[in-house]
């Protein structure tokens, strides 16, 4: 017993003393309880650690006898937004899928409440919204600020400022975000080289369009009510077409100051307007979580209806040949 525990401390330093029935470890024998370690690591062979750069190069063994390669699992294929959200729309190619993934990488990361596009600076690029969300918006001489829409993944960001000299807007990360930039002269070439491709491409620039003109309705003809309703039933329809919202509910970060900067009401405004939908039980927000309790009731109190987000002769118009 005195021998193995000389050999324990000779060859396994941070091994924590073990005691044997029937014998005592001297003082010299004792290690601090902190210095341990699993004594399985001294009974069993080494294993060598697989070549993260070909996973076969080194396989690790057992017992001195080499293992059959394990076969590694191959990663299913996860679309990346902009084409899943054109999926939906028309049946996609296979080269059509590669040529998009392609426009989505590389990719950079920009930080919570930095801008991606400055308004006024040239840009010869838009940007393709990978993750996150971002608002397009303007900042007035004293500090007002109207938000005209709310960028998405799968969206393109940077539209209408590359056909202008300047940037006429500034898109802000509203969550930390991951964007692409594609070359504008790139987005162009597709016309040449894909021209179905280029059609879907350029319907999101008609939807984007189309949701502009039902905000300036809003502004212009809806009560506060009905314009929170419509607000928050657009942000539904469009999260669902990329699988980020259900039935009924999704998650983003909105506060009553940026409802009241993208609908043109005042904090107070919003905020009895929510307690009004939250006392109607047609929706409650409770930690970002954003709940419509009834889609239907909703949709007819604000007028909505989703056709100007997803109804589009695209589909016969640019069918595969």
């Not at 005195?2 to 024998?29: E, N």
């Not at 210095?35 to 690790?60: E, G, H, K, M, W």
């Not at 608002?135 to 799968?154: E, K, T, V």
Request: net charge positive; with cysteine; hydrophobic share 45%.
């Amino acid at each position: 017993m005195q021998l193995l525990a000389d050999l324990l401390r000779t060859h396994s330093p941070k091994v924590r003393a073990v005691a044997f029935p029937g014998h005592r470890l001297s003082a010299a024998h004792r290690l601090p309880y902190w210095r341990s370690v699993d004594l399985d690591r001294r009974l069993t062979p080494a294993i060598r650690r697989p070549n993260v750069l070909d996973p076969y190069a080194d396989q690790p063994t057992m017992g001195g006898a080499d293992m059959p390669p394990r076969p590694s699992a191959a990663r299913p294929y996860v679309a990346r937004p902009l084409t899943r959200k054109l999926g939906r729309l028309v049946a996609l190619t296979p080269e059509e899928v590669a040529t998009l993934d392609a426009l989505q990488s590389p990719t950079r990361v920009i930080r919570r409440n930095r801008e991606i596009i400055t308004e006024g600076r040239k840009y010869d690029a838009l940007f393709i919204l990978i993750d996150g969300l971002s608002i397009r918006c303007r900042i007035l001489h004293d500090g007002r600020r109207q938000i005209l829409n709310i960028a998405l993944p799968g969206d393109f960001i940077g539209f209408p400022s590359t056909f202008s000299e300047r940037a006429l807007y500034s898109i802000t990360a509203l969550s930390d975000c991951v964007v692409a930039p594609v070359p504008f002269s790139q987005l162009l070439g597709l016309f040449g080289r894909q021209p179905r491709l280029a059609a879907a491409v350029f319907w999101s620039f008609a939807c984007e369009a189309a949701m502009y003109a039902e905000h300036l309705i809003g502004v212009g003809r809806r009560s506060a009510l009905e314009r929170v309703a419509h607000f928050l039933l657009e942000l539904l329809t469009r999260l669902q077409a990329i699988g980020l919202a259900d039935e009924h509910s999704f998650r983003m970060p909105l506060t009553q100051e940026l409802i009241g900067d993208a609908l043109g009401l005042s904090v107070p405004h919003v905020n009895r307007t929510l307690r009004q939908l939250r006392a109607d039980e047609l929706v409650s927000i409770e930690e970002h979580i954003v709940m419509i309790k009834d889609v239907e009731a909703l949709a007819a109190l604000a007028d909505f209806e989703r056709s100007y987000l997803d109804q589009f002769r695209l589909p016969d118009m640019i069918a595969a040949p």
